[in-house]
């Protein structure tokens, strides 16, 4: 729905064919999959899908982004972000949950927003484990 | 008051007509009935149902006429308080869907019960309004260029699927192989996705082709060629549906 900012919408959401090349803005409150061209911003509330034949040249934002295809950008995802095997992606990515399959192209810097604190409390937390396991093993 | 606008009865029609007037009887709804003729078109007799004071204009016919009666209650503005019933001659129809009604009786029932709902149309500049679909059709494919809110794009396709609601659908066939290609597909087995057609929700959209105008019809009949742009009206239309529609 272009031009809807009504947030939760439902429905089919937008679809880009392949034999479709956009200039501008494209946003929806709901899903947007991609399998055309794109020069300009893509926004969605929800899921965006970058397919295998698609290519997007600006930033990229939604909740869980999916990523088959190429893009020269930043992209955010506020969920998840999905980089699968054929994905290109040439621009930096923000994102609290990301995955990159074997075979994708990532060439830029990657920040992750909230998940940064968790992990590195969680590396801080890790020596003193084994600590613990030593004195459990004095003991026996 | 009901005035009943009905489509001159060709074969089949006629005992169908006689069958609805029977049941509108019986429901205690029959109102004045006419029916367009060289003399009177359809948009000259719902002028006059309106002027009359009918309130409610009934369409007993195709979508073809149904788009006709909508054009003059909404373009003309004489009353504000002028509804559409419809009774289709088709049940499997999208309009039938719209106003939830499955057969003949059904339609008679949502006529005599009249729950009203108002409903978006979609406009054809510079004044043409439809309920039903539009389509921008070519048998060969070509480059079209369209224009939404903030948007501007171009695709090679050879149809355009216009729903209310300004749902637009580009389609093109030619880029989906040839029939050996689809037929070996089939027999092996392959399911592939159809990655070539679009879909957009929009308030607005303009559509241009390179060196040629083609034709954007409603019910099969020209309303306007291309260049165009088309709106989304929202909420200009009261029409009857039937009492069970859920959506």
């Avoid at chain 1, 830029?108 to 992990?119: F, L, S, V």
């Amino acid at each position: 729905m272009i031009g809807d900012k009504r947030p939760g919408t439902s429905g089919p959401g937008t679809v880009v064919g392949a034999n479709v090349k956009l200039v501008g803005t494209l946003q929806d409150a709901s899903d947007i999959v991609i399998h055309g061209r794109i020069e300009g911003e893509v926004v969605s509330n929800q899921m965006i899908s970058i397919m295998e034949t698609a290519y997007i040249k600006g930033p990229v934002s939604g909740d869980v982004v999916n990523i088959a295809g190429k893009v020269r950008g930043s992209i955010t995802a506020t969920g998840r972000l999905e980089i699968l095997p054929t994905g290109k992606i040439f621009g930096s990515i923000a994102s609290k949950d990301l995955s990159i399959k074997s075979g994708a192209i990532f060439v830029g810097k990657c920040t992750m927003p909230e998940g940064e604190k968790e992990a590195e409390e969680q590396t801080e937390e890790t020596p003193e484990q084994p600590k613990k396991q030593n004195e459990t093993y004095e003991v026996e | 008051m009901y005035y009943y606008i009905m489509e001159p009865p060709k074969g089949n029609l006629v005992k169908r007509q006689e069958k609805i007037k029977d049941i509108l009887g019986d429901l205690g709804i029959a109102g004045e009935t006419v029916t367009p003729s060289a003399a009177r078109t359809i948009e000259e007799l719902t002028h006059l149902g309106v002027m009359k004071g009918y309130s409610t204009i009934v369409a007993v016919g195709g979508e073809s006429l149904v788009n006709k009666i909508i054009n003059v209650l909404v373009t003309q503005k004489i009353s504000k308080d002028a509804v559409l019933g419809v009774i289709p001659n088709d049940f499997d129809t999208m309009l039938a869907k719209k106003i939830n009604v499955i057969d003949l009786r059904s339609a008679c029932d949502a006529l005599k019960f009249r729950k009203l709902e108002t409903i978006d149309l979609c406009q054809v500049d510079p004044n043409k309004f439809f309920i039903t679909q539009a389509v921008i059709e070519n048998f060969r494919n070509r480059k079209i260029l369209f224009a939404m809110e903030g948007l501007s794009g171009s695709a090679q396709t050879n149809q355009i699927i216009i729903k209310p609601g300004l749902n637009i659908y580009i389609h093109d066939k030619a880029l989906e192989g040839n029939a050996f290609g689809r037929f070996f597909h089939w027999l092996l087995g392959k399911k592939e996705s159809d990655i070539y057609s679009s879909f957009f929700k929009t308030k607005k959209i303009r559509f241009e082709l390179e060196n040629v105008n083609l034709p954007i019809k409603v019910s099969g009949e020209t309303i306007a060629k291309t260049p165009v742009t088309l709106h989304n009206r929202s909420r200009v239309l009261k029409i009857i549906v039937a009492r069970d529609k859920i959506r």
